[in-house]
């Protein structure tokens, strides 16, 4: 079975402060991708990435970063938390041309 | 753009039948996929269309039109645990990038 496993799945952080969720896969997947899921909002694509080192923009990367170092690791950094990042995160991998399989998620929240 | 719509919320009857609709309207189409969402958890892949026409899993079975930017899943003898939302979502043709919808919430009553 494909697993996809976040750092944590509560988080609470201060407004300002550096955040790092972390994202391990363990089928050797090419494709890792962030969303945030927000009500009525549906999920919206952060940052993806389809290689090691590789990354691509998604639909609202503004106030986050990416790092893929290993091809199995792909972490989110939010530079300095603000109230309006607190939201649930998941995080996904996927085969070329396969569908997505997600991790359990990481609820966040920004105070 | 990107333009992904599905009805917000839909309610059923056990042992019935419910499709839930999705259009959309994005710059490319490299297939469209249905994920299941129970509360609080992750998102679980369904089913998975790249050509127009039918694809039955089990209870499941989802349909593509491709021309009219078209799709709909389709849950047979509904069940309890079929009270979940469900996420339709587009992959970019050029990238493999996903584009999702907002999800349906459909609930299921005895």
């Known amino acids: 079975d494909v697993k996809v496993t976040q750092s944590s799945r509560y988080l609470v952080k201060r407004t300002g402060e550096k955040v790092f969720l972390e994202c391990v896969q363990d089928?050797?997947?090419?494709?890792m991708f962030w969303y945030r899921q927000d009500p009525g909002l549906g999920l919206r694509l952060i940052y993806f990435s389809y290689d090691v080192k590789m990354k691509e923009k998604g639909d609202i990367p503004e106030g986050y970063s990416v790092s893929r170092e290993k091809k199995e690791r792909f972490s989110l950094i939010l530079e300095s938390a603000s109230t309006n990042q607190t939201s649930m995160y998941l995080c996904?991998?996927?085969?070329?041309?396969?569908?997505?399989?997600f991790g359990p998620g990481t609820r966040l929240t920004v105070t | 753009g990107q333009n992904i719509d599905q009805p917000t919320e839909m309610t059923a009857t056990e042992g019935a039948i419910v499709q839930i609709n999705c259009t959309y309207q994005?710059?490319?189409?490299?297939?469209l996929f249905w994920y299941q969402q129970h509360a609080g958890e992750a998102p679980t892949f369904l089913s998975y269309n790249v050509l127009d026409g039918l694809e039955e899993k089990g209870r499941f079975s989802s349909f593509l039109s491709r021309s009219k930017g078209y799709s709909y899943l389709l849950l047979k003898e509904l069940q309890m645990k079929d009270s979940a939302s469900y996420l339709c979502?587009?992959?970019?043709?050029?990238?493999?990038?996903?584009?999702f919808g907002s999800g349906t919430k459909l609930n299921v009553k005895p």
């Open positions: 089928m050797d997947h090419e494709n």
């Open positions: 979502a587009v992959r970019d043709g050029g990238f493999n990038k996903f584009y």
């Open positions: 994005t710059s490319g189409f490299n297939g």
């Open positions: 996904a991998s996927s085969a070329e041309d396969r569908e997505s399989y």
